[in-house]
């Protein structure tokens, strides 16, 4: 097949931060020059396309640049070594590049969404495999990280199946964003018959990892988004919705009943429940936050050094309270501001579309659930997770972004 000149930009850029979002730990067979050359080819291609289209500059570019800058203040990152700058700093820059970039390529959501959604596949089918083959899983997965095998060992164990990654948070992260994918293509497909299968691999895989708040914002995710999506007839949406609220518990009754490991998210909803500390001790860590914050209210005290200075190698759990202790006031109006406006963009798109306002272009409608879909989910789980922190939610969610902000270019210029 011959490459055109036109695509090769475009295709580097897409390619790589694909790369990063659905590799998990395997990026780490590659070298950190290797990871390095890539993410600057692809940062290098992204702007090249922005300064050749000089009309592709809009609010984005200084929205973006600001935020880049509050990463860059104080961060704890800058004088480390190259692993840190590439893995903290780099990938955030590459993200915002693609944000304002892809508002000028064309068809690229179908090209990053396709392909997506096969990577992820591989990480739900995997999951359903060795949560059977426990022979292959210790014999073939665990191998591949011995760093974290006794850890993955007795998660396995438990019946929270890691699948592929080196934790099972990690596989939760995949396979919500893949159910999400799958959930709004399947909701918004005129022949539903054609991805039914898809989304039962994606629901069954998830429910085996045991990520209570990965399955429950998945399922607060997908019911705001239908909340939306039903907005063309407002006197029945309600009904609608409590009609998939009940066939959906009818059936996971069903699944809990015949497949009972299904059913470990319930398990450990009661574990928890019966705890001293249902947060496992994460509340602590925001009342520490909220310490930091008021020793720094405006500017906080740079970007990671929660880490550095307070909790070695962890996160808050909480973005929007180490937004305040790292970056105060500013910074975390910023990053908000930017979550707020995205994600009303995105909603009132869908629900113009939805009543007729405005006509959409093929699976536009697909790609804008999906993206206010993810966006709700990584919001919600900003509250008890570190989603902002880790690439294999961040980028998605800014891959979710600019779906959004590609429409809006669309539609402006089509009036």
């Known amino acids: 097949m011959k490459i055109r000149k036109s695509t090769i930009l475009p295709t580097i850029l897409c390619g790589v931060l694909l790369m990063l979002a659905v590799s998990g730990s395997f990026i780490f067979f590659l070298s950190n020059n290797t990871v390095l050359a890539l993410i600057a080819m692809a940062i290098l291609a992204g702007t090249g396309m922005v300064i050749t289209k000089y009309r592709s500059i809009n609010w984005t570019v200084p929205y973006l640049a600001v935020m880049f800058l509050v990463i860059l203040k104080d961060n704890c990152y800058l004088n480390t070594n190259i692993p840190n700058i590439v893995y903290y700093i780099l990938i955030y820059l590459l993200c915002f590049v693609f944000c304002v970039s892809s508002q000028i390529i064309p068809n690229w959501i179908d090209f990053m969404l396709k392909w997506m959604k096969r990577c992820l596949m591989v990480y739900a089918v995997a999951t359903i495999w060795l949560s059977i083959d426990r022979f292959s899983y210790i014999n073939l997965v665990l191998p591949l990280f011995p760093n974290t095998r006794d850890q993955l060992l007795i998660q396995y164990n438990s019946g929270c199946i890691p699948g592929l990654t080196n934790h099972y948070s990690t596989n939760g992260m995949f396979l919500a964003t893949l159910t999400c994918l799958c959930a709004t293509q399947f909701m918004t497909a005129s022949r539903k018959k054609n991805y039914w299968i898809s989304l039962a691999v994606a629901v069954i895989a998830l429910l085996l990892t045991g990520k209570r708040a990965h399955i429950g914002f998945t399922v607060l995710a997908l019911f705001s988004i239908l909340y939306f999506y039903y907005s063309n007839n407002e006197r029945k949406r309600i009904t609608r919705l409590m009609g998939i609220l009940i066939v959906g518990t009818f059936v996971a009754v069903a699944l809990f009943t015949l497949v009972p490991s299904l059913a470990v998210v319930l398990e450990r909803f009661q574990i928890a429940s019966q705890m001293d500390d249902p947060t496992l001790g994460r509340s602590g860590m925001v009342q520490t936050a909220m310490l930091l914050f008021l020793s720094n209210p405006i500017q906080g005290i740079g970007w990671g050094n929660t880490q550095s200075l307070v909790f070695v190698n962890t996160n808050i759990h909480n973005v929007y309270a ?34 007729g306002r405005i006509a959409a272009v093929p699976n536009e409608l697909f790609h804008l659930c999906f993206s206010g879909c993810f966006q709700v989910f990584f919001l919600v789980y900003c509250m008890t997770g570190n989603p902002l922190y880790d690439r294999m939610m961040y980028i998605p969610y800014f891959i979710a972004c600019s779906i959004t902000l590609y429409y809006n270019r669309v539609h402006k210029y089509n009036r």
């Open 322 to 355: 180490q937004l305040l202790a790292e970056t105060g006031i500013v910074g975390f109006t910023v990053f908000v501001g930017w979550f707020i406006i995205i994600l009303v963009f995105t909603l009132r798109k869908i629900v113009a579309i939805r009543k």
